[in-house]
């Protein structure tokens, strides 16, 4: 009989309760004890202040990690995009679940002839801002805050043609409207659409209990995308995105680098053997830095103040 109760630290929305209660029936089905904690983070209680002005990488994770560290909750739950490339020392990334949709989506007003002459949207993301300007350079692109929720509600209240979510999260929850488009062409966040969970690296318990939830390839394909993001050093804020796709036995992936008003882009599509993958996503970063990357990385961390 299993007896250790895993206290499973989450935010309060309502995406990352649901991500939450998703790794709880999981682990009961194991046969696992499980209470579900909740806390508020800075991320969700300052709303009107970009992100990227708030100077904090991992804004989302930092209360959970905190609360973890303290000994008050044994795991925590986030949608992996969210999560800093590089862990707080004593943490360790114990499971990836299988990956859900990977896409954006605009979430419009069922008109969609603004995408033809000018037009308003709202996204709080530096990565969909520059994309969507990149191929909307008419467009103005609106700061846009909070959970999927908020945004929503956001959306609705103000005259903007459209906002862009990711689509997993609105599927999620069971939100995601009628009237939206695939933005097929718009390059993910590294790890877009996956779930992720973190343990004490001490707490051997837990750890094994969380093995048994991971799904390999959306380990390794999430695991490319966030070594790419952590050799363009861009923090969970610079305007990038990456995706990596097994087909066969091969990995596909993208990777983009944009100037924040998406007028510069850097971009590479390159596969490797789904057994060699370890040092694929720093190579597809090196060939970017050194194609001209490096320049527009050293103006972007002036931009951004990210050291």
Not at 23 to 29: G, S
């Amino acid at each position: 009989m299993i007896e250790k109760k895993i206290r499973i630290g989450t935010r309060d929305s309502e995406l990352a309760l649901w991500q939450a209660h998703t790794v709880q029936n999981k682990l009961h089905e194991l046969g696992y004890k499980t209470e579900i904690i909740a806390v508020k983070s800075t991320g969700d209680i300052i709303l009107d202040k970009p992100l990227y002005e708030l100077g904090i990488t991992g804004i989302f994770t930092k209360t959970l990690d905190i609360a973890m560290l303290k000994g008050d909750v044994d795991i925590a739950v986030h949608s992996m995009k969210d999560v800093p490339t590089t862990l707080p020392i004593g943490i360790v990334q114990a499971a990836v679940l299988e990956r859900a949709n990977t896409l954006d989506i605009l979430v419009h007003k069922g008109n969609l002839d603004f995408l033809n002459s000018e037009g308003t949207i709202a996204s709080g993301s530096l990565r969909r801002k520059a994309q969507w300007l990149h191929k909307y350079p008419t467009h103005q692109v609106e700061d846009l805050r909070g959970n999927v929720n908020t945004r929503m509600q956001k959306l609705k209240d103000n005259n903007w043609n459209g906002a862009i979510f990711a689509a997993a999260g609105l599927e999620r929850i069971n939100l995601k409207p009628d009237t939206f488009l695939n933005l097929d062409w718009m390059i993910p966040a590294p790890a877009q659409g996956a779930m992720v969970v973190v343990a004490m690296e001490n707490d051997e318990f837990t750890k094994e209990a969380l093995a048994k939830l991971n799904h390999k390839e959306s380990e390794i394909c999430t695991f490319i995308e966030r070594q790419f993001l952590r050799t363009l050093e861009g923090g969970c804020t610079a305007p990038i995105g990456a995706l990596a796709v097994k087909k066969g036995k091969q990995i596909e992936f993208q990777g983009v680098l944009f100037s924040l008003d998406g007028k510069e882009k850097y971009s590479i599509e390159k596969s490797c053997n789904f057994d060699s993958y370890l040092n694929f996503g720093q190579e597809c970063a090196k060939e970017i830095l050194e194609n001209g990357g490096k320049s527009l990385m050293d103006k972007l961390r002036a931009e951004l103040k990210v050291k």
